[in-house]
């Protein structure tokens, strides 16, 4: 209870914000736009980047187990997957400065965008560490067979830690800073349609 006082009290110290002008309100709007358009725009090049290495290795080395090939197919699928929906995702964030003269259509096209990302970041996301930790159990057979048995036990915990890290603390951060950018274009957007009536 103690910390919702504060919290309030907080909220009620708040000055509210003078009137914006229609300038500075657009000028933060575009600015979080090419924020997102280009986090999406690295993010897609990093990700082609890694499918390059993987089929790269996939044809370059020559693995012992047909498992190994299998865990490299399904990585190599499932990452090219995640590089078709980000690169659509910023193509379609990109061609969206045409709403900027309708701002009710923006905001309905940002909320539909966030419920989009919500659910590819969430439920997909899943799917994709499932079938990534299904390859590396494969290619983890062979890796049983070359590495001594506590270098084996060591790099298997190491990548069990290293998806709990990434589900429960990295995609968190994740998510929550894709969704106050939007958020943040839907506020501005607000601001704008206000001026407008």
């Known amino acids: 209870m103690k910390g919702f006082d504060e919290i309030q009290q907080l909220w009620q110290g708040q000055k509210p914000e003078p009137n914006v002008s229609f300038d500075t309100i657009l000028k933060r709007l575009k600015s979080n736009r090419t924020a997102l358009m280009r986090k999406l725009f690295w993010q897609s090049i990093a990700v082609g980047i890694v499918v390059l290495t993987a089929l790269w290795i996939g044809l370059a080395v ?3 187990t047909w498992t190994t090939y299998l865990a490299l197919a399904i990585m190599v699928g499932c990452i090219a997957y995640y590089f078709v929906n980000q690169l659509t ?3 379609n964030i990109s061609r969206s400065s045409h709403l900027l003269s309708k701002p009710q259509d923006y905001i309905n096209y940002l909320r539909a965008f966030q419920q989009k990302r919500n659910r590819f970041n969430t439920r997909n996301y899943l799917i994709y560490e ?7 159990a494969l290619y983890g057979i062979e890796m049983y067979f070359i590495l001594p048995l506590l270098t084996f036990v060591g790099i298997f915990l ?3 830690f290293w998806f709990l890290i990434c589900h429960f603390v990295f995609m968190k951060q994740y998510i929550n800073s894709e969704n106050m950018r939007i958020e943040e274009m839907i506020d501005n957007l607000e601001r704008i349609k206000n001026q407008f009536e």
């Open 158 to 160: 190491f990548v069990i």
């Open 130 to 136: 499932i079938c990534i930790a299904a390859a590396f």
């Open 62 to 64: 020559d693995f012992s």
């Open 89 to 91: 995702d910023y193509k």
